[in-house]
């Protein structure tokens, strides 16, 4: 009867943490969305603006019996055609932030994803004066990386949020965000000449709920990022060597070599 009581209760306590780690997957993989949200919604309802602006304009002269130039009504609907094309595409990329069953492990150009977090950010790094380059050592093969959109994407987002806030709070005349890509070694390294990573943060900073942003920090970007290439049994580690310190502020070493237990 004992052990008939503690095979129930074992087969409880699986299902029960089967459920709660699907909970806490579930939370990994939506935390880097509200953050592309967050950010890419300034240029989505600008946009919007304009093109609704530009609608209500049209509407007006029909309304109104004028007589239109067919040029100028090309123009004009070549520009709605543009807005319309730019709000597709930002949505598009948040889109690909979320888990889906369709989504599935592929071979991944990790530069092509930087550039499109890149343009999701456009509008920070432009008004803090914000310099952002991408070196490929010439002769070295591209960075490919055999996972998910989704898990590139957040951690892209999450790297970029924290380099743009730290760089934000500086008064420096020149701010830059360097990302070096190898192939070869499979790594990327992502740095940036704001205040670093203080002394007594390092030991905690890949843990969740731990934010060195104060009131403004929900501690939970680069714990998320951590998490999500562990999955793929890929790392991020502070870098420690002066050859992989590109620059004076934070530098964050991205494997995605596969580690070998």
């Not at 040029?71 to 055609?81: H, K």
Request: hydrophobic letters at 40%; zero cysteines; aromatic letters at 8%.
């Amino acid at each position: 009867e004992a052990k008939d009581a503690i095979g129930q209760v074992s087969k409880f306590y699986k299902a029960e943490s089967d459920y709660m780690q699907r909970r806490v997957r579930i939370t990994e993989d939506l935390a880097g969305v509200g953050l592309s949200v967050e950010t890419a919604s300034h240029d989505i309802m600008g946009m919007m603006s304009k093109v609704l602006l530009n609608l209500d304009g049209l509407i007006r002269e029909l309304v109104a019996g004028d007589e239109i130039n067919r040029e100028s009504l090309l123009r004009e609907l070549q520009s709605l055609s543009g807005g319309m094309s730019f709000i597709d595409r930002q949505l598009r990329d948040i889109q690909l932030l979320f888990t889906s069953s369709k989504q599935r492990r592929r071979s991944l150009d990790v530069r092509s994803l930087i550039e499109k977090v890149a343009a999701i950010y456009g509008r920070l790094l432009k008004k803090h004066k914000i310099q952002f380059s991408i070196d490929e050592p010439r002769g070295v093969s591209p960075l490919k990386a055999k996972t998910t959109d989704a898990v590139i994407l957040q951690l892209l987002i999450n790297l970029f949020d924290n380099a743009v806030y730290w760089l934000s709070t500086i008064d420096r005349n020149e701010k830059e965000i360097r990302i070096l890509l190898d192939g070869d070694s499979g790594r990327m390294i992502f740095s940036d000449n704001g205040p670093g990573v203080r002394k007594e943060d390092k030991p905690f900073i890949f843990e969740p709920f731990y934010s060195g942003k104060g009131e403004d920090g929900r501690g939970l970007g680069l714990y998320i990022a951590r998490k999500l290439l562990e999955r793929h049994d890929y790392g991020i580690e502070l870098a420690e060597t002066s050859k992989e310190r590109r620059l004076s502020g934070a530098n964050f070493v991205v494997s995605f070599v596969a580690e070998e237990d």
